[in-house]
């Protein structure tokens, strides 16, 4: 990239979101560009994560997370299939603590329902104990279409696929600055500057940063991070798949679950806690005895000594920790230079919508290009 060069696209942030966007838009564009500030794509919250597809259960009807979520999914099943990405339609249980919870899980059904989400129903526990012996709950919503997937190979193929279409996809490049002059945009980078006649923020957790570099003020990240605990191999087949708490009542996040990942790891986690740094990812050992609390009213062989500290992951949170309201991700073109969009708040279900997002920002880009 040389100062002289001006860019059809330039994408800040090479996350599944970001290299979601390379790969469909270079479909369509030469001189695609993406910068990513780590030394390699998908270090930060999107290889950070349960790793889950989800089916879309959650969400306000209406919302961008449905949206996304519900059509990512089945796009994504389909892509992993294509590409010989590693993942598998486990199918997931969120259970209730005793018969008294009915009314939430048919609340939650019901929205799924609206979402479009199929083949969710409530199960009684005979149905649960043939799929999970260990969990002892007497009622749970299935959701048969959730899954997992391996969130560093989907990086790695939308970053192949990206790159055979010609997209330039530059690590260890930190966007540091932008500006607009006669409606073009000019990027800078630690070494040089770039023009671009669209550019987009998918920064993950500092996309609020990135959109200020514009002007654009209006959002913040709270970021909260999202520890978990694994169980050593002898242990890891107490539980077979996905098995969910009811949702967190503050919104904070989906409870701590059980998540058998594609290696066979049993994970526990993730607790939501918001944390000052953006780069704190420091896992607390205290935390195990939480997470215990919680995952063993599910699994009652579940013992202590079997949990020990795992990763943890940041999440890109709109609102703070107080404010217990829904917060939707926000996709849209910058209100004063429509050539830049914006991606913000990309939080769960991101992983699960990646392709979806990529496939709306590239419309919304091609349309001002
Ligand atoms: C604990 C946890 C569990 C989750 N579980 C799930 C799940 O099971 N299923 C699901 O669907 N979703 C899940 N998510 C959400 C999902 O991981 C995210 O929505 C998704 O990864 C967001 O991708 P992204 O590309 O927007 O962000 P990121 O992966 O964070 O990528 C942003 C990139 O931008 C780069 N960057 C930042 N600033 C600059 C700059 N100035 N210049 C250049 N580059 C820059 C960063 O280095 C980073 O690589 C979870 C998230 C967390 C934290």
Request: glycine share 10%.
């Amino acid at each position: 990239m040389s100062s002289h060069e001006i860019a059809n696209v330039v994408i800040i942030g090479g996350g599944v979101v970001g290299t979601a966007i390379a790969a469909e838009i270079s479909r369509h564009y030469d001189d695609v560009f993406l910068l990513e500030a780590m030394p390699r794509l998908g270090l930060g919250s999107s290889t950070r994560n349960s790793g889950v597809i989800h089916a879309g259960i959650y969400y306000k009807p209406g919302s961008l997370k449905a949206f996304h979520c519900v059509r990512g999914q089945e796009w994504l099943y389909e892509f992993c299939a294509r590409h010989n990405i590693p993942h598998k339609r486990t199918g997931k249980l969120i259970v209730g603590d005793s018969e008294d919870q009915l009314s939430a899980l048919q609340t939650l059904k019901e929205r799924g329902d609206q979402n479009g989400v199929v083949g969710l129903e409530i199960v009684d526990r005979s149905y649960i104990q043939r799929i999970e012996p260990n969990v002892v709950s007497p009622i749970a919503l299935n959701s048969p279409n959730t899954g997992i997937v391996d969130a560093e190979e989907l990086v790695k193929t939308l970053e192949r696929i990206a790159k055979s279409n010609g997209a330039h996809m530059l690590t260890d490049t930190r966007v540091i600055g932008a500006e607009v002059k006669n409606g073009l945009v000019t990027i800078r980078t630690q070494r040089e500057e770039v023009g671009a006649r669209a550019v987009i923020n998918s920064a993950g957790l500092y996309a609020d940063e990135v959109a200020r570099m514009f002007g654009y003020d209006r959002h913040t990240i709270f970021p909260c991070r999202g520890e978990y605990a694994e169980l050593p191999p002898g242990r890891s087949q107490i539980i077979n798949g996905l098995v969910y708490p009811l949702p967190l009542p503050t919104g904070h996040g989906l409870g701590v679950h059980f998540t058998k990942n594609l290696a066979g790891t049993l994970l526990v986690g993730p607790n939501a806690r918001y944390v000052k740094m953006k780069e704190d990812y420091e896992n607390d050992r205290a935390e195990l005895i939480t997470f215990y609390e919680s995952a063993v009213k599910m699994v009652p062989s579940l013992r202590l000594e079997d949990l020990r500290p795992s990763y943890s992951g940041l999440r890109a949170r709109l609102l703070p920790e107080h404010d217990h309201s829904f917060a939707d991700f926000v996709i849209g073109h910058d209100p004063q230079w429509p050539s830049v969009i914006h991606c913000i708040g990309i939080e769960s279900p991101g992983l699960t919508s990646c392709l979806s997002i990529g496939a709306s920002v590239s419309q919304m880009a091609r349309e001002i290009l």
